[in-house]
């Protein structure tokens, strides 16, 4: 198994610019979810989906951040229009829900954003 | 506000000694409590876990000790080794969903 796949794995852009992070989940797991790691926070969940639909965005930031998930093996984290805050490393994550206390998350790489 | 706290950032410890790590929680509504570990350029990875039904889940040199009453999570390593070296995050889960809370992280370093 590939594990969980995220592209680019490293992004540099100028404020204003718009950014799109992908994610492929592990084959088969019904669950997907996007974080985002800075030192002051640590990992927050910014969005997640089961079976394709959005399910909890509170933890996404601001209008300017959007999240899709057009099928069960691509996901897409969009930030339109960037800015210097909004770098970090974004991670997703998938899992298949079988028990409680079993369902771990597979987190990918990440994708490791600047925005000048 | 943060529901999940790691107080330390940062743990040095000699290799064959003991390592604890801490995580403080301030909500009631979670009912399983997680260790992740990350190398850098990596994601996070599972360690262990432990139901709010119980205060101890072992898993080889790994230990995961849950105090409700003082909402307080740790995590025992024993011996230490050098590949332990790595951040670890706790992370809470809420009641009934696959919502997961995760601390700021712990930096575990393990010197020979």
């Known amino acids: 198994d590939a594990g ?56 996404m930031p601001e209008d300017r951040f959007s999240a899709k998930m057009p099928n069960a093996s691509f996901s897409t984290l969009k930030i339109q229009p960037s800015e210097p805050r909004d770098s970090a490393v974004y991670f997703c994550a998938s899992s298949l829900t079988t028990s409680p206390g079993t369902d771990t998350q597979y987190f990918g790489p990440g994708t490791r954003l600047t925005v000048l | 506000d943060q529901q999940v706290k790691q107080n330390s950032p940062s743990l040095s410890v000699q290799e064959g000694r003991i390592s604890i790590l801490n995580c403080d929680y301030t909500n009631s509504m979670f009912d399983y409590f997680l260790w992740y570990k990350k190398y850098p350029a990596e994601g996070p990875t599972f360690l262990i876990s432990i139901s709010s039904i119980k205060d101890k889940n072992e898993d080889g040199r790994f230990t995961v000790f849950l105090n409700k009453s003082a909402k307080h999570l740790s995590l025992h390593i024993v011996p230490s080794q050098p590949g332990d070296s790595a951040v670890y995050f706790c992370a809470v889960r809420f009641i009934n969903t696959d919502k997961l809370i995760f601390g700021t992280g712990t930096r575990l370093q393990v010197f020979p």
């Open chain 1, 4 to 59: 969980v796949i995220q592209s680019p794995r490293h992004e540099v852009t100028e404020m204003g610019q718009e950014v799109t992070l992908r994610c492929k989940p592990i084959s088969g797991h019904d669950y997907l979810f996007w974080y985002r790691q800075t030192m002051m926070r640590g990992l927050e969940l910014l969005i997640y989906f089961n079976n394709n639909v959005p399910i909890d965005d509170s933890g």
